[in-house]
Each structure stands twice: as structure tokens, then as C-alpha cells.
């Protein structure tokens, strides 16, 4: 019975062969578990990577997350989050930089938002494409290394490793796309600095809308305004010998801001331009190119910072051959002396008022009048709370800050507020619609040195209607119900 128990039982060879079979049949999964963590892994650690996308460089990358979001990382600002798709995975855009002299073309000529899509999304399109080939190779790559760690190595494997590591990161690409909605930013998260401007992703695409048809109207706005402008000289004639200066504030990135200037500046004579800040919203190198035209004004351009600006703005204006950045100095402009101090919060990107710092500012301002030497005739500051308890001191204050144009005489002294020139810029859109583009021009004569006639100018949208007023400054003392009752026009 020997041979026969020998002929039965299975035989070493055989025990080995069965053996490597269940071997072999348990690693196939193993390798096909590792290759889709390792091919996961891979992408999470060296998928991010940088793309040059019209004058910005955009740092791209994706992570695994319980809930599919993007996020939009702008440094030093914070984050704008919103739940976008529904694949686990999270994907995160990062503003690494600005190239100011590539996008300047792009920011400049922008008319509306159709047309700020279509110079963008080509290079966006292109972008997006390299980096989806880069997550698919690094899944390829990464899924063959986790084969190629797996019990049992065979060539075939890791081949089917790369396989399936292309086909887990396609599948989930491909659920992102087809389950994506860009319209979930209307509904966003925002943190850091950006949490205190929510408004500003919808708003800003409603305002280029408006911009471009606003530009168009520019020139019959100019020339009706010319037009009712001569009316006025004649029943109210003021000294051709006066100095015209412009009175802007507030532009708020409008670019139809500075082609209403330029056009005030050519029509109506005008000697000097003073700015009281908040050229910007948040100061940034892109905002600080949409106001570049104002480098070709054919005059002086006195600017004080408002509290949206920030040093890369003054920079910017600095560096512009006709603009005269003040902050705590005087300078003569035709013989007219003009004081300027910077907001206090212009050398942050917090754009929330210091009332602390502007009331130091206030007793800075105090001290420099007071210094017994002859004092400017116009004091320029762009909070008008940095200029309280200074009537007397100064016979004109030029402020901004607050969007609402208003003319004050307090004992002689003549406090301008020049509104908005900019009708608030973006933010009219957070407040309310219809807020006017305002400006002054103050009438100074020549050989006195005094302040004859303030000409305020108000024009609502694009629908071109304009208010224009004259008020006339009468002798060194006038009360506030004598300003103000002199004729206006209105269109």
C-alpha cells in the first residue's frame, strides 16, 4: 500500500506550484493598491508646478479633500474658496506673481469683461493642458513604481501599474471637469484680508461692463460740459489771470476716471492737478496699472495717498515725470504753496482707516502751520478728519475719503471735498447704483493768492447727465448759506 499512498499524496513540486499560484493571485491586487497610492502620492507631492498666463504667474496644483473646492490663493491678501466640483479632490491656484510690463497691454486696453476673457483664456486653456498631461504622467509614473514594490515583480505588472495609475487620475480628471461649476464663486468663502471685500468678484465684472460704454460718451459729456462752462464765465466772469487747479479724488482703478480728466484738463485750460488718494482698491501692482494714463497729463499732478493706496502705488507715481508725490512736505506750483500728507494706512494693504493714526496725523499737520513761517494757501489730505480744528490755519483744505462732493467756508477757511472722481470705482456696486463721477476746479487769482470761484462738476453714468455749479468766493469771509447761492446748470 506504500506505492499507492505515494501515488496519492500530492508531491513537493506539485505543494510549490499551488503555492506560487495563490501567491501570485494575491499580489495582483497588492500591486494594483500600491500603484494607485504611490501614483496618488506622486501627484500630490511634485503636481504643483508654475505657468506664465498673460503677465501672471499661476502656481497650480491638487490635493485629496473630503469635499471637491478650489482654491484661489492670492499672497498677501488670503484665500477665496468655493465647492466647484464633486470628485475628493481640491485644487488650488495660486497668484505666484505679476509681470507688470506684459500685463500692462492687457490691463490698459480692457473694455469689458468679453473681451478680458477672450485675452486670457487662450493662455489659460494652454496652462490647464500642460498640467493635466503632468498629473497623468506622474500617475503613469507613479503607479508603475508601486507595481514594481509589489510582491512578485513582473514586467507586465508594472506596465499594468502605470495602466491603472493613468486610469484612476484620468477617471477622477474627468469627473472634475464634467461635475465642475465655476458659477459656485458667486457663493465663495473668503479669508484672510479678502474676507473684508466679498463683494468684489461680481462687482468688478459689472463695472468693466459699464466702463466701456462710459468711455464712449466721454467726449459729448466734455464738450456739452465746455459749452455751459462759457455760459457761466459770462454771467459770472472770473480774471483770465486766475490759476486753474483740478480737484480729483477717490478714482477707485475707473480708468474712465482719468479719460474725464484729460478731457477737463485740455477743454477748460487747467494749470495744476491736486489727487487726494485712493487712486486703488487694494494698492496691488495690476490695480496700479489701470491709472498709468495719467503719466501723459500735459501738467503737474500733485497726489497725496488715500488709505486704498499703498507703496506700490506712490512708487508708481513717483516714478512718473509729471506727477509730485507729497507726504509732509510743501512745494510751489506757480506761485501757489500746497502742504500734502499721505493717509496714514497708505503704507499697508490694510485699507481700513487708523482713526489713532490719523488724529496723530492731525496734530502733525497742526505743528507744521504753526511753525510761524508763512503757510501754504491749500492744505491737501485725503481724510477730512485729519484736517479738523484747522480753520484759520490754512485758507483752503482739500480732502476726499468720503464719496460725497461737498463745499464748506467756516470762518474764510474753504474746505473741498472732491467726492469721487472714479463715482467710487468697483464699490459703487457694493453701496448703490448711480453714484456721480465728481470733480472741482478752484479758481485762485494770480496776484492776490486768493480763492475766487469754485466750479463743481457732477456727471452721473453714461447716460451723460452732468450738473455743473459755480460758487462764488466773496472777499476772505463768507458764511455757509452765502456759498451756494449762485446759479448752476444742470443737463
Known sequence: MHWLNRN?????????????????ATSWPIALILAVIASILLIVLFGYSSYDVDGFRLGLGVSPSLN?????????????????????????????????????????????????????EAEAK??????????????????????????????????????????????????????????????????????????ATEALAKRLSDIKTFRKEIKDIAGNVGHFYS????????????????????????????DLIRRVVEDFDIDVI???????????????????????????????????????????????????????????IKGIKILGFSDPSSGTYDVRADTKAIDALNKTVRKMLLGGQEGPLILAVHNPRAANGLIGKVPIILVGHTHKARLIDKGGCIIDNAGTTGAAGIRTFKTQ???????????????????????????????????????LIKGKTVSETELGNVKNLEW
Open 8 to 24: 496519492i499524496s500530492p508531491s513537493v513540486g506539485e505543494l510549490m506550484q499551488e503555492k506560487t499560484r495563490k501567491n501570485a
Open 68 to 120: 471637491g473646492k478650489t482654491e484661489l490663493c492670492i499672497p498677501p491678501f488670503g484665500e477665496i474658496t468655493a465647492s466647484t466640483h464633486k470628485t475628493p479632490v481640491k485644487l488650488r491656484v495660486v497668484l505666484e506673481r505679476i509681470y507688470p510690463n506684459e500685463i500692462s497691454q492687457v490691463a490698459i486696453g480692457v473694455n469689458d469683461q468679453k473681451e478680458l476673457v477672450r485675452k486670457v
Open 126 to 199: 494652454k496652462a490647464i493642458k500642460q498640467f493635466i498631461f503632468r498629473l497623468l504622467v506622474l500617475a503613469a509614473v507613479g503607479g508603475a513604481a508601486g507595481a514594481a514594490i509589489s510582491p512578485r515583480k513582473r514586467g507586465y505588472k508594472v506596465l499594468a501599474g502605470a495602466l491603472v495609475g493613468v486610469i484612476c487620475a484620468g477617471t477622477i480628471i474627468a469627473g472634475t471637469y464634467i461635475s465642475y461649476d465655476v458659477y459656485a464663486f458667486k457663493q465663495p468663502r473668503y479669508s484672510g484680508a479678502l474676507s473684508a471685500a466679498p463683494w
Open 231 to 258: 455760459k457761466i464765465d459770462s454771467w459770472h466772469p472770473i480774471k483770465k489771470s486766475t490759476i486753474k487747479i483740478l480737484h480729483v479724488s477717490d478714482i477707485h482703478n475707473n480708468p474712465a476716471a482719468v
Open 274 to 332: 491736486v489727487d487726494t488718494g485712493d487712486i486703488t482698491d487694494f494698492g496691488t501692482p495690476l490695480e496700479t496699472k489701470l491709472i498709468e494714463g495719467l503719466s501723459s497729463l500735459p501738467i503737474p499732478y500733485v497726489y497725496v495717498a488715500g488709505n486704498h493706496d499703498s507703496s506700490e502705488t506712490v512708487s508708481l507715481m513717483k516714478k512718473m515725470k509729471n506727477v509730485i508725490v507729497l507726504d509732509g512736505k510743501e512745494i510751489d
Open 433 to 471: 447704483e448711480g453714484v456721480p463721477y465728481t470733480l472741482s476746479i478752484l479758481q485762485i487769482d494770480r496776484s492776490q493768492k486768493r480763492l475766487v470761484a469754485v466750479d463743481s462738476l457732477e456727471v452721473v453714468g453714461a447716460e451723460q447727465e452732468f450738473r455743473l455749479q459755480r460758487d
